[in-house]
Every structure is written in structure tokens, then in C-alpha cells.
């Protein structure tokens, strides 16, 4: 079964390794949110790249979700000395995966072909996509302090700031990247990972054609909400902030215009009804995955509603 998932960054992350762990690897095709990529002293930096690629890897640090396993942060610390930016946080090991990728962008490489060569690497088998290889920064709208760019509202400013909209710059001129839209056309199922739906689904939902070829899949998404709550991260804030009630309920809406099936957790079962009136057929599971085995057992049962669908 072909199965295409849209992912963020830990969340996303967690739901595609489980998925790797149960499907062979030319099945499998991640497609990943970019719009979190910024220049930070010089370098390019694509955090949920690297988290999805580090995590089907085995050399994701599995504390954060983010990050090396075993990093050591002997450069943070000489940089911290000198007086240096010092809030977002990069590992030696990490600073090595900036280096090149930078070295090879500068050389006229684009991300999808650096991406599948660092994939190669690392032993990755799955095709992990960016889902362009054209800039697109999504900058967050705050009541306080305008607009902020993302990594800014994120790590800087600790999600504090109410969000008041989402703005992805670039998104018009981007183009998605070789196999996007072909690997979504040709899929027995997308499966939307419990990634956050405003900024890390949203950005890939958003690229040009993209809508359109979600609208002919089939697609099941797992919530990354759990009782109103996110998991992890700003998603349940953000809905907040917007006036809506954080929920499994919200998030099916939120994707209503091409979902085909939602997973919610057995908490917010009495959210179903409302889920399956609007056409979406709902299942409800634990969908907190706290262990490979959770990733596993979770991903297992997603495939089993995407052969039912
Ligand atoms: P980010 O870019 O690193 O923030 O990554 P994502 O957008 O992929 O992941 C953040 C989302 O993942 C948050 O909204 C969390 O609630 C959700 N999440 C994290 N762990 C889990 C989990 O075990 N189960 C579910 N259902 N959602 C999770």
C-alpha cells in the first residue's frame, strides 16, 4: 500500500517512524513542512527535516524529539562565551548537518536532492520530500508584537505572544517540490500526521496544487490534540488565541474541505458524532505515543482504517 504522510516536526516525526516500522520502504513517502526554515549564523536550518530524518534515522535524541541522540554542545558553549545569539540551540553533531546542507545549497544543489543524499547517509530507505525547494517562511501575526517570524514566536519568544493569523511568505511563488503532488496522486492514502495543522500541515496544504490533489486522495488524519491539549508545542494555544475551542473536533474541521477519515483519542470519543456528521468517518484509539512501540501499534491501526476507507 502507497502511502504518502504530511509532517511537522516531533509529532509528525513520531507517527512517520511508526509507519516505517510497519510498511516496506519504497511504500512510504514523508513529505515535510519547510516553512519552519530559517538562516541562523549563516546556515540553513530545516528543523522538521532534520527531526523527520534524524527520527526514521534512529539518531534522533529521544528526550526533545528533536536534535542528536548523545549530542555533546562544545560550540554552543565557545559561542555563549563570545557573547553570541544563543536561543536556538544547535549540537555539534547537528552543526555538522547545517554545514554541509549550506556548503551544498550554495553550490546550486536544491533541498529535495540534498535532503535525499543526506537520507542516503544516514540510511534513511524512505523518500523523505521538503515540500518545496523554493524559500517559504511562515511568519506568525501577534497581537503584541506584529508580525514575528516563525523560529522568533517559537523559540525566542516561547510561544508567548497571542497569535492572531498566519502568513506564508513565498508560498504563492513556490512550487512543490518533484514528487509532491505526483507521490499524493498516486497514493492508496495520505496520512496527515498529528503535526500541528496551523503552521506545520498548513504551509504544505497551502503550496500551489496542493488542496487540489488532497480533494481526488484519500486522506486520514490523526489529531494532535488530546482532550483539548496539545501533546507538545502551540497548537492548542493558537487555537485559542483565534476564539476556537481547541480540539479533535476543530482540527477535523480545520481539514474538513478534503478529509476523508480523523483518529482521535479515546478521550475526545464524544467528538465522533460531530466529526461523522460533517462526512468524515472517525476512529477512535490512544493516540499518544510515548514509546517506538506506541508508533508502531498507532501506525498500524491508521493503515488498517486507510485499507478500509
Ligand atoms: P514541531 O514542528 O516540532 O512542532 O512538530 P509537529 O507540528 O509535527 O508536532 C507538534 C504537534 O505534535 C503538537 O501539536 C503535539 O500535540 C503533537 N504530538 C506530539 N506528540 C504526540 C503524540 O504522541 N500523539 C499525538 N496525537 N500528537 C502528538
Redesign the pocket.
Known amino acids: 500500500m502507497k502511502i504518502v504522510a504530511l509532517?511537522?516536526?516531533?509529532?509528525?516525526?513520531?507517527?512517520a517512524h511508526g509507519l516505517a516500522q510497519c510498511l516496506p520502504p519504497g511504500d512510504l513517502t514523508v513529505i515535510v513542512?519547510t516553512g519552519?526554515d530559517f538562516d541562523h549564523y549563516g546556515l540553513r536550518i530545516c528543523?522538521?527535516l532534520d527531526?523527520v530524518c534524524y527520527t526514521l534515522a534512529g539518531l534522533a535524541n529521544p528526550e526533545t524529539?528533536?536534535g542528536r541522540a548523545e549530542e555533546r554542545w562544545k560550540v554552543m558553549e565557545n559561542l555563549r562565551a563570545l557573547g553570541a545569539p544563543s536561543w536556538f540551540n544547535l549540537g555539534d553533531a547537528d552543526l555538522a548537518t547545517h554545514l554541509e546542507r549550506t556548503r551544498r545549497l550554495r553550490a546550486g544543489k536544491p533541498l529535495t536532492a540534498v535532503t535525499a543524499e543526506f537520507c542516503a547517509a544516514w540510511g534513511v530507505a524512505q523518500r523523505v520530500l521538503p515540500m518545496t525547494d523554493q524559500p517559504v517562511a511562515t511568519m506568525v501575526q501577534t497581537r503584541s508584537d506584529g508580525e514575528l517570524p516563525f523560529q522568533e514566536y517559537?523559540v525566542h519568544r516561547r510561544c508567548e505572544p497571542a497569535v492572531t493569523g498566519f502568513r506564508f511568505e513565498g508560498i504563492q511563488a513556490a512550487k512543490a517540490a518533484d514528487g509532491v503532488l505526483e507521490s499524493i496522486q498516486s497514493a492508496d492514502a495520505v496520512v496527515l500526521?498529528?503535526?500541528?495543522p496551523w503552521?506545520?500541515?498548513g504551509p504544505i496544504v497551502a503550496l500551489p496544487g496542493v488542496m487540489d490533489a488532497l480533494r481526488s486522495a484519500k486522506t486520514i488524519a490523526?489529531?494532535?490534540?488530546?482532550g483539548g491539549?496539545?501533546?507538545?508545542?502551540p497548537?492548542?494555544k493558537m487555537y485559542q488565541d483565534l476564539g476556537i475551542p481547541p480540539s479533535s473536533k476543530a482540527v477535523a474541521e480545520h481539514y474538513r474541505a478534503f478529509l476523508t477519515a480523523m483518529v482521535l483519542?479515546r478521550t475526545d470519543c464524544d467528538e465522533a458524532a460531530q466529526i461523522e456528521h460533517w462526512g468524515i468517518i472517525s476512529m477512535v484509539t490512544n493516540?499518544?505515543?510515548?514509546s517506538p512501540e506506541?508508533r508502531q501499534r498507532l501506525a498500524r491501526e491508521v493503515l488498517a482504517l486507510c485499507e478500509q476507507v
Open positions: 509532517a511537522g516536526g516531533v509529532g509528525g516525526a513520531k507517527l513542512n519552519d528543523p522538521d527531526t524529539g528533536w517559537f500526521c498529528p503535526s500541528n503552521v506545520s500541515i490523526v489529531s494532535p490534540l488530546i491539549q496539545a501533546v507538545k508545542g497548537a492548542a483519542d493516540i499518544f505515543m510515548s506506541d
